[in-house]
């Protein structure tokens, strides 16, 4: 049976991840962090199977204690601070973690295998928040790193670290940039999950308004699920690389508006958007639009769900949580 470790195992891809890896027979270990972390029995719930451990990336030792523990074949690093807007608040602590916590991983594993290291698989968790101002339409592999933010600076790290250790060791170590990934188990605080939120909330009368930023920034959206599918792929390659996962499709702020609102009958949102400079970023991200020819043809990989329907499942779920707490 195939052992796998997962640090971020709390987030929507550690979910995602550990359904995928239990279902393929998997012996899955995640990492937790912090004393009475408020997500722990959400992992007990969603995905009974996983073997929590007690650590964190800023803490070299716990992550060799925890890799002697799990004994895994595959690594997959998805620990981070992981919402822009917050890295300009916590810049320090975002590098910490964001960056310095792929290093700390990336040198337990060495530690760890020691003269073996072709006995274990690492994969880093990469951004397309690396290509920031982007410099290419669409953005691959090849493309200039032109990070916007702390949170993409951090990225940019954490991903010529990974390159280096393949290089440096020979280590079996892959970056995936992919591209933003949702589902309903989204974070609230991301874009489109605050859309799905507020659209079944004003749906529901229980809410009046939703307080946007940027209505002009463009994304591609991928479905989380289909994301953590080429994640795995590229662990079972003959080497490690690098591989852009992403639709490319490109949407605004505007359009997912249009299709969140669309979803519960409404046509004309104005009545219910506000805007606030509060939710506006001190440099932004405006284009992305991903290439990943390469995921395609390699690792035999594919989106299964499109923009309508990404935003169709997560507005229905919103609402049938609310329905379910009465209205
Ligand atoms: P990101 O691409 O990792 O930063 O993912 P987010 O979902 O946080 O943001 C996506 C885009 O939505 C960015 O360009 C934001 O500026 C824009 N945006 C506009 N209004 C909001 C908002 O109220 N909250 C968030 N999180 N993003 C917003």
Known sequence: MPRALITGITGQDGLYLSELLLAKGYEVYGLIRGQNNPKFDLVGKTVPGVHLIAGDLTDLSSLLRALQVAQPDEIYNLGAISFVAYSWEQAALTSDVTAKGVLNILEAVRLYAGDDLSTVRFYQASSSEMFGKV?????????????????????????????????????????????????????????TRKVSMGVAAIKAGRQDTLTMGNLEARRDWGFAGDYVDAMWRMLQQP???????????????????????????????????????????????????????????VLDWKPTVGFADLVTMMVESDVRALAAQGG
């Not at 852009?244 to 949102?269: N, Q």
């Open 239 to 297: 080497n490690g690389d690098d591989y852009v996962v992403s639709t490319g499709e490109t949407h605004s702020i505007r359009e997912l508006l249009d299709a969140a609102f669309a979803v519960v009958g409404i046509d004309d949102w104005e009545p219910y958007v506000e805007q606030d400079p509060r939710f506006f970023r001190p440099a932004e991200v405006d284009l992305l639009t991903g290439d990943s020819t390469k995921a395609r043809e």
């Open 135 to 191: 410099q290419q339409v669409p953005q691959n592999e090849g493309t200039l790193l032109w990070p916007r933010s702390p949170y993409g600076v951090a990225k940019v790290f954490g991903h010529y670290m990974t390159i280096n250790y393949r290089e440096s060791y020979g280590m079996h170590a892959s970056s995936g940039i992919l591209f933003n990934h949702e589902s309903p188990r989204r974070g609230p605080e991301f874009v």
